[in-house]
């Protein structure tokens, strides 16, 4: 009703929700649709619920931890603080997600793994695609686990020989160098693309 267009904003307002509702008292109408807005509310809440639990079923631990603890937990046994990790754009995404976005409010952190994980906040989906979700996060446990690694050593020699501000004619060759790796995406893993500037480094240093 609110969402269909009308021209007639008085039709919209005044007569079709007496239609809607069979009532001409607009006070009962209004109580209907908060008690509706209430029950979409309570169903969606517990859906996170439902997605929530299987997420951690997912990471292995219970239900009363929280997503939070829970996921950091698991990637403190399955990542090496010595090294970091080499993973596709998508999975880099989840990655950050746990690292630096999540809190230990599981409602809020569902929402904000799904964004990452999916592209879209629950409150968005236009069907349940909790499926493809959980897909996506068994995907990205089964990279974490198999994901090359570089090591810390390699990444602070590079910022050491790095200068604090690049010239005009280096931030334009930059720009054409991740302007190169944009265009190629997903064709040329993130693997490869590394060991591709590792072997241009290494020719620099």
Same mark, same amino acid.
């Given at each position: 009703?609110?969402?269909?267009f009308?021209?007639n904003?008085?039709e919209?307002?005044f007569?079709?929700p007496?239609?809607?509702? %069979? *009532? ?6 209004y109580?209907?649709?908060i008690?509706?807005?209430?029950e @979409?509310?309570d *169903?969606?809440y517990n ?11 997912l990471?292995g631990f219970?239900?009363?931890?929280s997503?939070?603890?829970? @996921?950091h937990?698991?990637v403190l046994?399955?990542? *090496?603080e010595? %090294?970091k990790? @080499?993973l ?6 989840i990655y950050?997600?746990i690292?630096e ?9 569902? %929402?904000l793994?799904c964004?990452a994980a999916v592209?879209?906040?629950i409150e968005?989906w ?5 499926a493809?979700l959980i ?7 089964n990279e974490?686990?198999n994901?090359?690694? @570089?090591d810390d050593s390699l990444?602070?020699l590079?910022i ?5 501000e690049l010239?005009?004619m280096?931030e334009?060759?930059?720009n054409?160098?991740?302007?190169a790796?944009?265009?190629?995406s997903e064709?040329?893993?993130t693997?490869?693309?590394i060991?591709?500037?590792?072997e ?6």
């Amino acid at each position: 009703m609110f969402l269909s267009f009308n021209i007639n904003p008085f039709e919209s307002v005044f007569i079709e929700p007496k239609r809607i509702f %069979n *009532s001409k008292n607009y006070n009962d109408m209004y109580k209907s649709i908060i008690a509706m807005i209430d029950e @979409i509310e309570d *169903s969606l809440y517990n859906f996170k619920l439902k997605i929530i639990n299987s997420v951690k079923n997912l990471f292995g631990f219970d239900s009363n931890t929280s997503l939070k603890m829970g @996921i950091h937990e698991w990637v403190l046994k399955n990542v *090496s603080e010595a %090294n970091k990790l @080499i993973l596709n754009e998508k999975n880099k995404l989840i990655y950050d997600c746990i690292n630096e976005a999540m809190n230990y409010d599981d409602v809020a952190t569902i %929402n904000l793994l799904c964004k990452a994980a999916v592209n879209v906040f629950i409150e968005d989906w236009s069907a349940d695609i909790s499926a493809t979700l959980i897909e996506n996060l068994n995907t990205f446990t089964n990279e974490i686990r198999n994901a090359s690694k @570089i090591d810390d050593s390699l990444s602070e020699l590079i910022i050491s020989n790095a200068p604090e501000e690049l010239s005009p004619m280096g931030e334009l060759l930059k720009n054409n160098v991740e302007s190169a790796l944009s265009e190629f995406s997903e064709s040329v893993s993130t693997e490869e693309k590394i060991a591709i500037l590792k072997e241009l480094i290494k020719d620099l240093i």
